[in-house]
């Protein structure tokens, strides 16, 4: 208990770097405590309001694609019986992960087709829809028969019942709450939201040469393009898909009450799934539309599953082979989400099977790798028939790739690999996972700890515990250590958490547990709600935010009223480009810049020319940006553009005087040709945007 309470008083020693560093978790949240009232002013708004109407149409699309998906997956698994044994519960939140992968890839499909179309969507949700209720009346009228169930430990009064899952409510409603506002995340602006949004305008799936990132696995983004597509509207549509996938979260709070259940005991599940939806870290990229909730309900039904291949059902002798299948496809579905679901899902599963099965008995492995490579292989099938390179961007070695070269390779090499092995660098990761890492919970870590109190459970603690500490080991050793890449393995560390909590009946444990718990929930979140982790805007006027100055860029704004109908912009050094309405041109860091495209070799006027002929009014210039790029450790930026450059440019006739503002390092030149110089005379200036963290 003292190692607890001092494990406590170091976490919330710990300073916040988001917020520069010098506040601590403690001063946040005795902030947080104190004046309430701050944080609720971020709330409704300034001047007040209370708006949920507008959400109304977010959250009825979110359930639709929801309930279609759980559909799609329940039969599924029926038609394959992969049900077989498993509780209502797991058979629940398997469907939904099997259902919402297989939409997934049929929009991807449906995409590489040219077909995004409604029909393509409306027609195959009504035979589901049909499907579904001619086996509910099958099942209706079949003759009564008890259902095989797993045997369960029997049952003692529980002290964490079902009951106390209510208290886990606020989060998930807090969650949900924010993933209806858009989007203010640099990677969801960038490409989660804005590769769909691409694809969606462009009425197919096709290969983006000036974004890297929209040419990797999307198997998430896939829910917004066809939200897009349903509600012929990108920008509802990415509010719905970035619903959708908030709403995940969730569900993988009930994945780890069906494995505590199954594998341990339901006070292992409650506790974990508790845990879990509380950590700010998962609240936040779920409520940001960044994807790693999603890679870690897919890990953890993986995870569930091969562990179910080991345990087989009471009175369902040979069914491990489904649970392989079923682990398999899931895994995939991992790899679907982002390549390093490669490395972190499917290689220790597969390793694991191999390693604790028959001696040279290669068929679960081999079954393992197919039902994975059904669950993400047309995504690889994309790359290869889109640009030459079933991996792309990686791999440039082996396979090359359509618009890389060695330069871009190579600065993408530099950006992605390892900072460095020593060992002051391995104890600060450490302490991160362990415990400095800004939006950890103190819950977690202890409490997983714990789990090797347990008794009567050692091989599945000592396996939970080797594949967090695979995923961490290989986060260390083989990525450029983003800290939030590492966080798919949450819901192993939140489901040992749970077994740490219960390795005890006795009453002073439990009281403890219990105060420990209540405590650690109140003072996540404060942090949750607080806006410190995250956009908090909660009851604001939809349109409202599309259109503040202190979520979006203000030239943004600006600039989708002054480009002339018919006309786009050019970025330079903003990718960021989601809430553009106009037609833009633009590249990221790591793809060749198309100002330096257009300017590189040539006079002043035939860059003039060039940008009329693509129909560029205004030309974008971040400079805070580019800046950024260019700090020793950065990824880098062209050294041709410079503001030497610009400022000869507007003296040889290709641009007008610059638009610029005191309170934003970006500038706008207007491209001087026929527009309507009146039009940007009537723009009020640019005013101070709000920070959002």
């Known amino acids: ?31 947080a405590a104190l004046l309430p009232d701050q944080a609720m002013s971020a709330w409704f708004g300034d001047p007040p309001q209370f708006m949920l109407r507008d959400r109304l149409g977010v959250l009825c699309g979110a359930a639709a694609i929801l309930a279609v998906s759980a559909m799609v997956g329940r039969l599924l698994m029926r038609g394959l019986g992969l049900d077989r044994g498993l509780t209502r519960l797991e058979v629940g939140v398997f469907s939904a992960g099997v259902g919402l992968n297989t939409v997934s890839l049929y929009v991807l499909a449906v995409g590489l087709l040219g077909k995004l179309r409604i029909s393509w969507f409306a027609v195959p949700a009504g035979l589901v829809l049909l499907a579904m209720m001619t086996w509910l009346i099958a099942e209706k009228l079949r003759p009564r028969r008890r259902p095989v169930q797993p045997e369960q430990p029997a049952r003692r009064r529980e002290w964490l019942s079902h009951r106390w899952l209510w208290m886990g409510a606020p989060f998930a409603v807090a969650i949900i709450l924010g993933g209806m506002l858009p989007p203010v995340d640099f990677d969801v602006r960038e490409y989660h939201l804005q590769a769909p949004k691409e694809f969606f305008q462009e009425g197919r799936i096709v290969f983006l040469p000036h974004n890297v990132y929209g040419n990797m696995a999307l198997g998430s983004e896939m829910l917004s393009l066809l939200a897009m597509v349903l509600l012929d509207d990108w920008w509802f549509g990415a509010l719905v898909g970035k619903t959708v996938i908030a709403t995940v979260t969730p569900l993988t709070a009930l994945a780890l009450l069906a494995a505590g259940l199954r594998l341990f005991s339901l006070r292992a599940g409650v506790v974990a799934a508790l845990v879990y939806i509380s950590i700010p870290w998962i609240s936040q990229v779920s409520s940001n539309g960044l994807v790693e909730g999603v890679s870690a309900f897919y890990l953890l039904l993986s995870v569930f599953a091969v562990l179910l291949s080991r345990v087989p059902a009471e009175g369902q002798p040979g069914e491990a082979w489904r649970r392989v299948l079923l682990a398999g496809y899931l895994a995939g579905a991992a790899v679907s989400c982002k390549y390093p679901g490669v490395l972190f899902v499917v290689v220790p599963l597969a390793a694991y099977l191999w390693l604790t099965g028959r001696k040279a008995d290669w068929k679960p492995v081999a079954l393992f790798l197919v039902a994975t490579s059904a669950g993400c292989g047309l995504w690889f099938y994309k790359n290869w028939l889109l640009t030459g390179n079933p991996t792309y961007p990686l791999l440039y070695e082996v396979f090359g790739g359509a ?46 700890v714990m789990a090797w109190l347990a008794r009567g459970q050692r091989r599945q603690v000592m396996f939970l515990w080797g594949f967090f500490a695979y995923v961490v080991a290989a986060w260390w050793v083989l990525t450029h250590r983003i800290d939030r890449f590492w966080i798919p393995a949450l819901p192993v560390a939140a489901l040992l958490a749970g077994v740490g909590a219960s390795w005890s009946a006795s009453l002073g444990w439990r009281r403890i547990v219990t105060a420990v718990l209540i405590c650690g929930l109140m003072a996540n979140l404060l942090f949750v709600v607080s806006g410190a982790g995250g956009y908090n805007a909660y009851f604001v006027q939809l349109e409202k935010l599309r259109n503040s100055p202190g979520r979006a860029d203000p030239w943004h704004l600006m600039l989708n009223n002054i480009v002339p109908p018919g006309s786009g912009v050019l970025m330079v050094g903003d990718a960021q480009v989601f809430d553009l309405e106009v037609p833009v041109l633009y590249n990221t860091v790591f793809d060749e810049s198309v100002f330096v495209q257009i300017c590189q070799g040539r006079s002043a006027e035939e860059i003039r020319q060039a940008l009329l002929d693509r129909q560029i009014s205004h030309v974008y210039v971040h400079w805070g940006e580019i800046a950024r790029y260019r700090r020793q450790g950065n990824y880098g930026f062209p050294t041709f553009v410079q503001p030497a450059l610009f400022e000869q440019l507007v003296q040889h006739g290709v641009f007008d005087a610059p638009l610029q503002s005191a309170f934003h390092r970006g500038k706008v030149y207007p491209v001087r040709g026929e527009w309507q110089r009146a039009v940007l005379d009537q723009q009020p200036p640019l005013v101070p945007a709000k920070s959002v963290k």
């Open 403 to 448: 618009t890389r070269t060695v330069e871009k390779n190579n600065q993408w090499l530099l950006a992605h690999m390892p900072p460095g092995y020593s060992m002051e660098q391995l104890a600060d990761s450490l302490a991160k996972v362990f415990c400095t890492s800004e939006w950890l919970s103190p819950l977690v870590m202890p409490l997983a």
């Open 1 to 31: 208990m003292l190692l607890f309470i001092g494990y406590v008083v170091v976490f919330y020693a710990c300073p916040l770097p988001s917020l520069k560093g010098q506040i601590r978790r403690f001063d946040f949240l005795t902030w």
